[in-house]
């Protein structure tokens, strides 16, 4: 006790803190991201949630007047089968992206070790171009005088040119497309760590090869097979650039009504209310998901 | 049934290697396994006996020769086809399953009623002391547990073989050592015949029925422990096995029970029992084991090199380390040769006199039928 007293108090010392001091270290090194995601993340939020609650003044301005208004007009049956068309939207392109990802990840993960950055990179290759670019490549291709009608044409195989463009159809072409990537990265991670000793004792156990990827390697495989559903599921609900593009005014999607609120119509607090149900929405689909199949890892990756 | 559970008739498998090439990673073994027998193949690494093992178990086919079990030739069958069963170095257990479905996944895959599943896993839990872990996840489990259900899902196909790839090695060595007894005296219960892959060659000398020892693809000697220790075929094998001192020299007679061989690095004749086919003028390798010398003071200048019945060579003590059973004593006997002996502490003792220190003079007696002479290779 004695020797507490005599001792001098010593002053704060940025230096010795981050020396020895454990606790202030963790906190020094988070704080960059913790700073970056008050600012990018955190402040957007709770600025978006606030506004949700206000109204839109008679020259879009923001009139700073609580009030539920602007969820009560989302209960509208328009906006709830928008909803449920974007969720059936998004649901088709986690599929599809799925059916198409799952070989294409497999075929990579099974490849030479050599071969296999190459195969990756190419994947990658994609985003090196503009989005918007890389839709209008899809336009080329899908519209009535576009490259598919007209092989298909020249080949004989449909006498009148497909519309395909500005169809349902194109918009989910061009989701799967956009994506594929997001799916096929966390597949690959999953499916690439599973030790050949683990096939081979399945096979040794008596399994043939279709049930040894039944029992094992899908098995194995599910953790990447949710986190790329969820890397493509939250994305693909909130897009609008790839339905306003390739599906023409007949596909309206939750992104299209928000980004139309913000811009077209410039009620702000409205596209506000519609957002923050589009993300509780999301929210609880993928916890559900997530609680329902297991968390990956691969999320991180 | 087959007079062999496992037969490899002139066996070759050749890899490709990263640059080109070619390797002869199994080259042309022959070697018959007895039913019911502990088999061990002994090498060091890239020796050809985990590839030796692949091929048994079907994970890799022979590029020549032909494998039998029980008798069939087993060509280009797959895996999930043969009556070998494999418990693998890394366990190879399935993590998403619980122990209770990783032992019940073989006789799922045989389609076994779903109440005879039940019995039979839960005797093999029981059989590998790991009852009541049936729920548990693999990775729940220490490493010895994890190792005791590899072996249970693997013995309750009952394999007519089952093979193991360096089981213990992942195990620490007071685990090791308990497993080794309780693997011996688990395959003497089931009866099940054992292939076992191993590079120690202590765990290989305490299980093993037969051992064949193998190098660079070839197999060496085949021989129940004591053969391979005692009386090894060549120098590798007495070099792999346990620790032993060599002298190089000459056959110079050949014509008494005992070979006479003139040492190369010094003038000096050794008398000992010869194996193989040994011409005089061969180059030979001379064995000997540090525990089956004897040291004496070196009290007259008798020159003599030999004594009734044993080689005497002279030397100073140059190190000695107590290692409480024994005192390893490292002799110099000139011409830059030093040997190594072991002796056996076998009075209990504080007096620094019973034992030899540094710069002591000892006489070595080398029995004749302790000195190995081998051919080299």
């Not at chain 1, 909130?238 to 999607?253: E, I, R, Y």
């Amino acid at each position: 006790m004695e020797t507490d007293i005599l001792k001098p108090k010593r002053k704060f010392s940025l230096v010795r803190a981050l020396r020895e001091d454990s606790a202030f270290q963790g906190i020094a090194l988070i704080s960059p991201t913790a700073i970056y995601m008050l600012i990018l993340i955190i402040l957007p939020m709770i600025l978006v949630a606030v506004l949700s609650f206000m109204t839109r003044g008679t020259y879009g301005n923001v009139v700073y007047k609580f009030n539920f208004q602007n969820y009560v007009r989302l209960i509208d049956p328009i906006y709830l089968r928008i909803l449920l068309y974007s969720l059936g939207v998004g649901l088709a392109t986690m599929v599809f992206t799925i059916l198409i990802g799952y070989p294409l990840a497999y075929f990579i993960a099974r490849s030479p070790v050599r071969k296999r950055s190459l195969y990756l990179f190419l994947i990658l290759l994609p985003f090196w171009t503009n989005f918007i670019i890389r839709i209008y490549a899809w336009i080329m291709i899908l519209r009535t005088q576009g490259l598919l009608n007209t092989v298909l044409l020249n080949l004989g195989l449909i006498k009148v040119p497909l519309d395909i463009l500005y169809t349902p159809a194109a918009v989910l072409i061009g989701m799967v497309y956009e994506f594929l990537p997001f799916m096929v990265l966390p597949l690959y991670t999953s499916l690439e760590k599973i030790e050949n000793a683990q096939l081979e004792a399945a096979a040794d156990l008596g399994a043939r090869p279709l049930r040894a990827f039944l029992r094992v390697t899908l098995p194995l495989s599910v953790p990447g097979m949710i986190a790329g559903s969820i890397l493509v599921f939250i994305p693909a609900m909130g897009m609008f650039v790839v339905p306003d593009l390739m599906g023409g005014a007949k596909t309206v999607l939750v992104g299209n009504v928000i980004r139309n609120q913000f811009l077209t119509s410039r009620d702000w607090p409205f596209g506000a209310a519609a957002s923050m149900v589009l993300m509780i929405l999301t929210l609880a689909f993928t916890l559900y998901y997530t609680r329902k199949a297991g968390f990956g890892e691969e999320l991180l990756v | 049934m087959d007079e062999f559970a496992v037969e490899m008739r002139d066996v070759v498998k050749i890899f490709p290697t990263p640059e080109g090439g070619e390797v002869a990673a199994v080259n042309h073994v022959t070697l018959q396994i007895k039913h019911g027998e502990f088999f061990s193949m002994l090498g060091p690494s890239g020796c050809g006996k985990t590839t030796s093992l692949r091929m048994m178990a079907g994970f890799e086919w022979p590029t020549e020769g032909e494998i039998y079990i029980d008798g069939t030739a087993m060509g280009r069958t797959p895996p999930y086809l043969r009556t070998v069963n494999t418990v693998f170095q890394s366990y190879a257990l399935f993590q998403h399953m619980s122990v209770f479905q990783n032992v019940a996944f073989g006789l799922e895959m045989e389609h076994v009623p779903k109440k005879e599943i039940e019995h039979r896993v839960r005797d093999a839990l029981e059989m590998v002391k790991l009852s009541g872990m049936g729920r548990r996840k693999p990775k729940q489990l220490s490493g010895g547990q994890q190792q005791r259900i590899a072996l249970a899902r693997a013995l309750v196909k009952r394999p007519a073989v089952l093979l193991l790839d360096e089981p213990l090695g992942a195990l620490d060595l007071k685990l090791r050592k308990e497993m080794q007894l309780e693997l011996k005296a688990l395959q003497k219960e089931v009866g099940i015949t054992f292939v076992y892959v191993t590079h120690d060659q202590e765990e290989a000398l305490t299980m093993s029925d037969r051992i064949a020892v193998m190098s660079q693809g070839k197999v060496l000697q085949i021989g129940t422990p004591v053969e391979i220790y005692e009386r090894p075929n060549c120098r590798f094998v007495a070099d792999f096995i346990g620790e032993t001192n060599f002298l190089k020299g000459r056959v110079k007679k050949t014509d008494e029970d005992l070979l006479t061989v003139e040492l190369l690095d010094f003038p000096r004749e050794i008398k000992g029992v010869g194996q193989g086919n040994l011409a005089v003028g061969q180059e030979v390798s001379i064995s000997i084991r540090p525990e089956k010398v004897r040291l004496e003071d070196d009290i007259n200048d008798d020159t003599a090199p030999y004594k009734d019945s044993d080689n005497l060579l002279r030397g100073r003590v140059l190190t000695t380390a107590y290692v409480g059973s024994d005192t390893r004593i490292i002799i110099d006997i000139g011409h830059n040769i030093s040997l190594i002996v072991w002796e056996q502490n076998h009075i209990s003792t504080l007096d620094p006199q019973a034992y030899y220190t540094a710069e002591d003079k000892v006489v070595i007696h080398l029995p004749f039928e302790n000195t190995l002479v081998l051919p080299e290779g």
